[in-house]
């Protein structure tokens, strides 16, 4: 493994923590070889697109499964 290539966790968890659209500690974020799922609440179904689409841009995520939950808290 080299630096410039890091495991497909850290890369998932770098893009959520660094989208000015989410807050990562609200999201529980799962991968099995590709396969992602995204659970927790976010505050709207714009920040729950945009869960999705953050992942989406990642090399080797191969399908998201979104089970994010809109709360109006």
């Known amino acids: 493994m080299s630096l410039s290539n890091p495991p497909l966790s850290i890369q998932i968890n770098a893009a959520v923590i660094h989208s ?8 529980h974020i799962q991968n099995d070889a590709g396969r992602v799922i995204i659970r927790g609440s ?25 089970q994010l939950e809109v709360t109006w808290s």
């Open 20 to 27: 000015p659209h989410l807050n990562f500690s609200r999201l």
């Open 42 to 66: 976010v505050q709207s179904f714009f920040e729950k697109q945009m869960a999705q689409e953050t992942l989406r841009k990642i090399d080797g995520v191969e399908s998201i499964e979104n």
